[in-house]
């Protein structure tokens, strides 16, 4: 079936720093999804990307649509303490809705 | 609050016991998604509902699985003869297909945490 793979696992890093990650798919995906997890709760929606290509940002994350469709990136500029979570990508099956999602990377922020 | 709901947040259970998860959408999106979580992985489908119908069934579940959806609206997710491998996060999500156009997307609710002792 398909597969997201996510990179990477885990990130240490000092408040105030830039984070970049990424996510490369078997196959292609039509609409690419960031969610944010924090413990014990649902995802949160971020950021929607639904042209190859498209660059958008929400506040200082940044997120593109993979020219190939087979991938996409986030980026988080500034990062502070609040940023702390697991940061899942997803493609979403144009005609069913549902979503394909990698296995997350944790971000940690050191104050 | 209009988000995603869903009930109970926690569910602690004996083995072969049944439980039975319930899910609020979005008032005006049709499509109802259920996932699966387990520690340290990202959601998996489990299957969808678009109005009334169940639409697609992941392999993932199994026929002690059902989900229904009576009057398209809120939906629930049956569990029977619950196994210690049932224990992980339960989560549901909405979404609009409108006439015509894509599949808007998908917000999550806070989940169901089951464990199943």
């Known amino acids: 079936g398909q597969q997201l793979n996510q990179s990477p696992q885990s990130m240490f890093i000092q408040e105030g720093e830039d984070v970049s990650m990424n996510c490369t798919s078997s196959?292609?995906?039509?609409?690419w999804l960031w969610y944010k997890q924090d413990p014990g709760e649902g995802p949160v929606l971020l950021i929607a990307?639904?042209?190859?290509?498209e660059l958008t940002s929400n506040g200082r994350l940044t997120a593109q649509f993979g020219i190939t469709r087979k991938d996409s990136f986030l980026n988080i500029s500034a990062s502070i303490p609040s940023d702390v979570g697991i940061y899942f990508c997803?493609?979403?099956?144009?005609?069913?809705?549902?979503?394909?999602f990698g296995d997350g990377t944790t971000l940690t922020v050191k104050p | 609050d209009t988000g995603v709901s869903q009930d109970p947040r926690h569910k602690i259970t004996k083995r072969g016991q049944n439980v039975t998860f319930r899910c609020d959408p979005i008032?005006?999106?049709?499509?109802l998604y259920w996932y699966r979580q387990t520690l340290g992985q990202g959601p998996e489908f489990l299957t969808y509902?678009?109005?009334?119908?169940?639409?697609?069934k992941s392999r993932l579940l199994s026929d002690r699985f059902s989900a229904e959806r009576p009057k398209g609206s809120f939906s629930t997710l049956e569990i029977q003869r619950t196994e210690q491998g049932d224990s992980a996060m339960y989560l549901c999500?909405?979404?609009?297909?409108?006439?015509?156009?894509?599949?808007?997307?998908?917000?999550f609710g806070q989940g169901t945490r089951l464990t199943v002792v």
């Open positions: 997803a493609g979403q099956d144009t005609n069913a809705g549902k979503s394909t």
């Open positions: 999500a909405s979404s609009l297909r409108g006439r015509g156009s894509a599949n808007t997307e998908a917000f």
């Open positions: 990307l639904y042209k190859a290509g």
């Open positions: 008032s005006e999106h049709n499509r």
């Open positions: 196959s292609i995906f039509n609409t």
């Open positions: 509902f678009q109005n009334e119908a169940q639409l697609e």
